[in-house]
């Protein structure tokens, strides 16, 4: 038997059954299959809970997770957590508040504080502002954490939603109508038995290596490089509360807090770097001889003891534009339908808030039966575009900042020192970029506006750098190959994102 853990709404009186959860448990049908138990299924399936839905969760393995990413909610995902009712998630965990980020470019830090303009959760009405008790210092703060801690606490919550049962097993295919082609439900298997679970409705949410991706998403994930992550003890960080986002020859870094005593610290490394080719000494002679130099002096103690310790564990940085839903009686969610590169740390923030939307979308007083499978098609469609307010801001945000930060032509370069020196000016030069990071600005406009900004402020700064006003016509013209740049940049994610 498979282990089950269902926890009803409340204590049945004598002789008292709940038909639906006896249906769960004993003919394994609801009216959503979920399959995955990670972000964003859990939090689908809290949000189809609160809209009155009897959903099974599907996880492979309910152990609590080990990963090195997923560790940073954005404001704009704590929001999230609030209106689905569950923001204690975040709570017993040893999760440390995020105020912002510290850029550090060869050394001169920046600070990027998120803005003042409240978080919003996107609904079918548009976005929706929390309550200012959300925020009691004013400014809106994001959360860190260990991953495995938080989604533990994620499947707590689910398995204590009124109508929910979680199931461990693993999925191995969907079961499909030979007729009308829908999708009816999940094979599994359970200790190696073969088991079968039926909805109106199943929602793939497994993740960046979905075993399903491949049949009913049109797109193939991209990676141009990878984290390779490291724990540290204690370490002394130039400002606490904020992530840190180290700039300089080589590729970017990140750190920021996962505990009172963790940090986590992340080395983007593309495929092929000379520096950590075997002849150099590998992954960790890339460490020592390339990144321990750039860090800030107070972190390379810390540093130098988590590379002596080993431990270095990989995540792809994977591309994957989002797609529309297509296949009756089937959505893909997560990162299974949509990834970025999590160099912004928004995949959560969109996961959370996917979940919100589509609650809202499949309530029962639109969609009384999920059985309908038009009215389902229909608001699926509906989803895609809604859910582009904020995804179509963080993912092409992620992408294109990472080609900035992760410089390796001299157009790319000088796009990276407009950027730094954008921010330097303060006030909405910060405020705009920062309420876009942290997924609480949900105007693509915004993103756009800011973007060329920088551009145009990069082909100033590359014009104006010659002392000799002799230069400044050459370099008029060879500054527009900085705008094409940028262009080359950004546009082919505003395409995938409107296709």
């Not at 939090?43 to 609160?50: H, R």
């Not at 992550?229 to 204690?234: F, K, Q, R, V």
């Not at 002849?279 to 990144?291: A, E, P, Y």
């Not at 910060?430 to 406009?445: M, N, Q, S, T």
Request: aromatic share 8%; proline share 7%.
């Amino acid at each position: 038997m498979p282990l089950i853990l269902d926890t009803p709404p409340r204590s049945p009186l004598p002789n008292e059954t709940d038909p639906r959860e006896e249906r769960r448990r004993l003919h394994h049908d609801a009216d959503v299959v979920i399959v995955g138990g990670g972000i964003a299924g859990c939090a689908a399936a809290i949000s189809l809970s609160n809209q009155g839905r009897s959903v099974i969760l599907l996880e492979r393995s309910l152990k609590e997770p080990d990963r090195i990413v997923g560790e940073l909610l954005q404001p704009g995902g704590v929001a999230a957590l609030e209106k689905l009712g569950i923001r204690d998630c975040l709570e017993e965990i040893d999760a440390v508040d995020v105020k912002g980020y510290d850029v550090i470019f060869y050394g001169q830090p920046v600070e990027i504080i998120y803005p003042r303009e409240a978080g919003s959760v996107q609904t079918v009405n548009g976005p929706e502002a929390p309550s200012t008790s959300m925020w009691p210092n004013g400014r809106p703060e994001g959360k860190s954490f260990h991953h495995g801690r938080f989604v533990q606490k994620l499947r707590a919550a689910a398995m204590e939603a009124p109508g929910v049962t979680v199931v461990e097993t693993t999925a191995t295919g969907v079961i499909k109508d030979s007729y009308t082609q829908s999708v009816l439900g999940v094979e599994c298997t359970t200790k190696g038995e073969s088991d079968y679970y039926f909805g109106q409705l199943t929602i793939v949410a497994d993740g960046y290596a979905s075993k399903f991706r491949k049949e009913y998403v049109p797109f193939t994930p991209r990676a141009r490089s990878k984290f390779w992550g490291l724990e540290l003890h204690d370490c002394d960080l130039p400002m606490p509360l904020h992530g840190h986002v180290i700039l300089s020859d080589g590729t970017p870094s990140l750190l920021y807090q996962i505990g009172t005593h963790e940090t986590r610290v992340l080395i983007d490394i593309p495929e092929n770097l000379p520096s950590a080719s075997v002849q150099n000494g590998g992954v960790k002679g890339h460490l020592r001889n390339v990144v321990l130099p750039s860090l800030p002096k107070s972190v390379q103690p810390s540093f130098k003891d988590a590379i002596e310790r080993g431990q270095l564990r990989s995540m792809p940085n994977s591309w994957l534009p989002p797609s529309k839903n297509r296949t009756p009686g089937l959505m893909i969610l997560g990162d299974a339908m949509n990834m970025r590169h999590p160099l912004t740390g928004g995949g959560m923030t969109v996961a959370v808030n996917d979940a919100v939307l589509l609650g809202e979308l499949l309530s029962p007083t639109r969609i009384p039966r999920l059985g309908d499978t038009r009215a389902v098609l229909a608001a699926m469609r509906t989803f895609h575009w809604k859910r582009k307010g904020l995804t179509s801001v963080i993912n092409i945000l992620a992408q294109a900042l990472y080609s900035l930060f992760a410089a390796d032509d001299a157009q790319l370069k000088a796009l990276q020192t407009g950027c730094f020196r954008y921010f330097q000016f303060g006030g909405e030069c910060i405020d705009g970029p920062a309420g876009l990071l942290a997924g609480i600005i949900r105007r693509p406009f915004v993103l756009f506006y800011h973007f060329f900004a920088v551009a145009l402020y990069s082909m100033y700064l590359h014009i104006f750098s010659s002392m000799n006003p002799i230069m400044w016509p050459i370099r008029s013209i060879t500054s527009l190959a900085i705008f094409w740049k940028a262009c080359v940049v950004i546009f082919p994610y505003i395409w995938s994102e409107i296709r």
